[in-house]
């Protein structure tokens, strides 16, 4: 014998005629799903999210370049710290004619009249100090060898410009490197 079956399966809850009685329901009348407000309170959050996320990317791009500003200043101290140790001890009286004292930096030239590093300032401080002892001056009268000029400190600073202005800005510290240089 064959068994005959229906063409079209039901599935319990699925009748038209269940959700025109409310048969088929969750109970206490409610609808599953989200309502308007639900999705909107989604969408605000994951917006919030979203610009956070955005802000900071933004603020990790301004380290990066204040980073690299840092790099270049201090590769330029590097390379005027290098000038001055391979020229030597120098004079045997101060003031050192390599000394670059203007109060808002000289431009760094690296020996030809073209700006080479753009956007920086570099000033360059160069002070006798006791061979024995680097943090008192060799003029002072606390050093032992103070009739003789046998030591120099040297501080090579690099300030980033502001902006198009020929003004170092006063916000960003500047990149000092020290060295001593002894007479042999």
């Not at 063409?7 to 269940?18: E, F, I, L, Q, Y």
């Not at 802000?55 to 980073?67: C, K, L, R, S």
């Not at 808002?104 to 073209?114: A, L, R, W």
Request: contains cysteine; positive net charge; hydrophobic residues 40%.
């Amino acid at each position: 014998m064959r068994k005959v079956f229906p063409s079209v399966v039901k599935v319990p809850g699925t009748d038209p005629g269940c959700a025109r009685h409310g048969v088929g329901r969750p109970a206490g009348g409610q609808q599953r799903g989200f309502t308007l407000v639900e999705a909107l309170i989604a969408a605000l959050v994951v917006g919030t999210a979203a610009i956070a996320v955005a802000m900071m990317f933004g603020t990790a791009q301004n380290f990066v370049h204040a980073e690299g500003d840092n790099r270049v200043a201090f590769y330029v101290a590097q390379q005027r710290m290098e000038q001055l140790r391979s020229t030597g001890f120098g004079s045997t009286s101060l003031p050192d004619p390599r000394e670059e004292t203007a109060a808002t930096g000289v431009q760094i030239d690296n020996f030809s009249d073209v700006d080479a590093v753009p956007g920086f300032r570099r000033q360059t401080v160069i002070t006798g100090v006791c061979p024995a002892d680097y943090s008192v001056a060799w003029n002072s009268g606390g050093c032992p060898t103070s009739g003789q000029l046998l030591a120099k400190l040297v501080t090579v600073s690099v300030r980033v410009l502001d902006g198009p202005t020929n003004f170092t800005d006063p916000v960003t510290q500047p990149v000092v490197i020290q060295a001593v240089l002894v007479k042999r």
